[in-house]
């Protein structure tokens, strides 16, 4: 059986465990919901892949791992 100091103890680390989730929320919200309009050259270098996706002439390069 759980003692009352047990009990405390874990409700005092739920509250914690919750507000440490919901500061990952905020976190989530503000770099993935709330984007920010994209930049010029972002949306020509979109253009250019989708214009070269329809054309087939996007090429796939291997990833070079820098270490």
């Known amino acids: 059986m759980t003692t009352e100091s047990e009990l ?24 993935l919901i709330e984007c920010e309009e994209p930049l010029p050259d972002e949306v020509e270098a979109t253009k250019e892949y989708k214009n070269d996706k329809k054309s087939k002439t996007l090429q796939l390069v291997p990833w070079k791992k820098s270490h």
């Open 8 to 31: 405390k103890e874990i409700r005092s680390l739920l509250l914690e465990l919750n507000r440490k989730v919901e500061g990952l929320n905020q976190l989530m919200k503000k770099r």
